[in-house]
């Protein structure tokens, strides 16, 4: 599975706008200009998140984008979903019922070695990204590059 660069676009975004000031608005173009990202493009990114709750947008000359909820009630899976939606990786077209020995009436989405597989392999990912919130992403940063909040924020301030 390939996920798009608006999942990317996405996180990123999140942690920014988790170091800016608590509740101030931030505009599309400015975040997409952060990263000299197309502000069209980031802007339905970041619309899909303010549909799946996890951002709040305000419309009007001072609106834009914050976070919706606290970086620790949001994961990883929420971005994803929110950006490429529910729809499973693997989709098992049951081509083993026009084999030899097919049925018909089988459901082999259930009986496939393969179709179970890719399953359980999915379903591992989907539980890992859903362990993980950005509260978690953001404090490894911070461990990691303890300058980005400030620098952040300082950014944003001067643009």
């Known amino acids: 599975m390939r996920m ?28 997409a200009a952060f990263y000299d990202l197309p502000a069209a493009y980031l802007n339905k990114q970041l619309q899909a998140l303010a549909r799946a709750g996890i951002l709040a947008s305000t419309p009007g000359p001072r609106g834009g984008f914050r976070l919706a909820r606290p970086l620790d009630r ?39 070695v393969i ?13 890992e990204l859903a362990g993980q919130t950005l509260a978690d992403i953001r404090d490894t940063v911070e461990s990691r590059f303890p300058g980005t909040p400030d620098s952040t924020r300082a950014w944003f301030a001067r643009t």
């Not at 077209?93 to 082999?108: F, S, T």
């Not at 179709?115 to 539980?127: D, F």
């Open 4 to 31: 798009s660069e608006g999942v990317e676009w996405a996180l990123h975004s999140c942690l920014n706008l988790s170091w800016i000031e608590t509740g101030e608005a931030m505009t599309a173009a400015r975040l």
């Open 115 to 127: 179709s179970q597989t890719m399953r359980r392999a999915e379903l591992t990912w989907r539980r």
């Open 74 to 112: 949001i994961t990883l899976m929420d971005v994803v979903t929110a950006i490429e939606g529910a729809e499973e990786a693997f989709r098992c077209e049951q081509i083993l019922r026009a084999g030899p020995g097919g049925g018909p009436h089988v459901d082999y989405r259930e009986s496939c």
